[in-house]
């Protein structure tokens, strides 16, 4: 909400509840979970247009937890910032100033993905 | 946003702000609050049964704080965890993935309920 | 919108299409059409229970053609009118007056139902 | 959907269903109904400000009965054409292009207002 | 809705009422307008790839005649229906069993397609 | 999320991000930007009315850095406490109780711009 959120902090909280889920879940809960990760796969669109379909998703029903997953993903298949930044203009226009906040989280993390990605 | 929040600080913040807007607010806020209360109440669905409802309109909403609120007072009508769990498996199904950083928030929540409630 | 929609075209056009899908699905698609029966299973929740808080995130998310399939499946279950509206009202104060539409259509639709249940 | 919808049939539908959920429905829906129509009177703000905050509400949450409801009633308050544009454009900026549908449908319907509106 | 809608007619409607916006708008809408075209313009992305962000954004807002107008222009450009069906899925996932309607009417839109597309 | 949020902070990182997203932003982002300082210019609605406009929007859209804005603008433009007060409640009853917590949100931060303004 306006203010910077650490992605080392969302990706300790985020895999250590998602182990929680999938030991403690439902099984419905762990099947969706299966799922998920197997809608990413390539196919007849490619990892990487998936991952953008999965960012555009996330930002116009804005979820900044969605958006860090994503952007990440994105990064380790190699999508370039331009590539990024225009789903997220898409995601702009279709989704409205709602998305503003959303738009500056994104921009946000980028930088600190990228500076875990570069060397000292 | 992908990190703990504690339930002794949504309590504190949410007790202390609805005092001021029922102190403060419009005419047509405070009966929605009342309202509000008045719609938990036991008529042809159980006490528990709203619960289970709020909390699954809560979660299809990705709303934290009201997804917090119908935990604890499940909690404190006596809803065991795995229907809880499932309530929230009914709401992924619904609303898909983009509620899995809810329902993270959801598991974790609920430990700290249970932390509470048990004897040291 | 506003306008009564016959409970039998809804029939006919789901089924028609839900089987296209599964013919011409890709396998994400047809493993979720199987996950989302599969949720709706008697657990640790009922099988009423569970119909009941898929109607309630159907009317908070304002979907049409999902309240109609709930209330459909409500009615087989056996659940009284008085639940499925008090469920309803839930789903309004939760959702707001944003709701009311909803609330229209699922009275409209609970009477044609009710209508094809009656001895001639 | 993309297709006129007449006035006439969106005014004796919602006008029919209303009075039976206010027949039949449970207490919380009636007194919601009744809060509802408390929240649009003069206060602060004019009833006119109140029912461009109500379209303005309405479109980018995309309900076209509402957007259907707080146009009549902009009209009957006198608020002039300019002012319900500037209103839907707001919310066009806030909420994107999705909600472009609804600006066709509020043109045309603010069409179909003024005929009525007009001398034969 | 659940029907059938004929895109003949969305398209006469939403050209028709698109023109009157342009002529009567205020000025933020028409600036909308022009640039909502111009986002989709070739850039670091393709226009494919973004038409298929356009649908997927349209398909999780659950938006039919969004969805309408990028199926549209995704035949238009020559997306093969697998692709088109991937980009669904990944919004099946996103958004869960709410989409679920919005498939329905996609498919059998694209049905509709390419019957116009196709010689006698 | 339930607990407060520093205005001052909602702004350092707003005005911060703002920055680098006018630098480094596709020229769709860009136009938006300016485009989104536009549609709240005086025309057939004054400043405040707009603003109030926004304000709702941002409220029913359940947004509490774009809720921020709007009260740190109204503020501005001298709107009183009571017309925003009645603003939120609107928002309250078209969209219901899931803007419960971005009304507390909302009242914690107009005491926190009171502060700011007031001589110590």
């Known amino acids: 909400m306006g203010t910077e959120?650490?992605?080392?902090?969302?990706?300790?909280?985020?895999?250590?509840?998602?182990?929680r889920i999938l030991q403690e879940g439902d099984r419905t809960t762990?099947?969706?979970f299966?799922?998920?990760s197997f809608a990413y796969q390539e196919g007849a669109l490619?990892?990487?247009?998936?991952?953008?379909?999965?960012?555009?998703?996330?930002?116009?029903?804005?979820?900044?937890?969605c958006i860090a997953y994503h952007l990440i993903r994105c990064a380790?298949?190699?999508?370039?910032?331009?590539?990024?930044?225009e789903a997220l203009s898409v995601s702009l226009i279709v989704g409205g100033s709602i998305?503003?906040?959303?738009?500056?989280?994104?921009?946000?993390?980028?930088d600190q993905i990228h500076q875990e990605n570069s060397p000292p």
Chains 1, 2, 3, 4, 5, 6 share one sequence.
């Open 99 to 110: 998305v503003i906040p959303h738009l500056r989280y994104a921009y946000d993390l980028l």
């Open 30 to 32: 762990k099947r969706f």
């Open 5 to 19: 959120q650490s992605l080392q902090r969302f990706r300790e909280f985020r895999e250590r509840l998602n182990e």
């Open 76 to 85: 380790e298949e190699g999508v370039e910032d331009d590539a990024i930044k």
């Open 46 to 65: 490619t990892v990487r247009e998936k991952e953008l379909l999965g960012l555009t998703a996330s930002a116009v029903l804005r979820c900044n937890d």
């Open 34 to 36: 299966s799922l998920d």
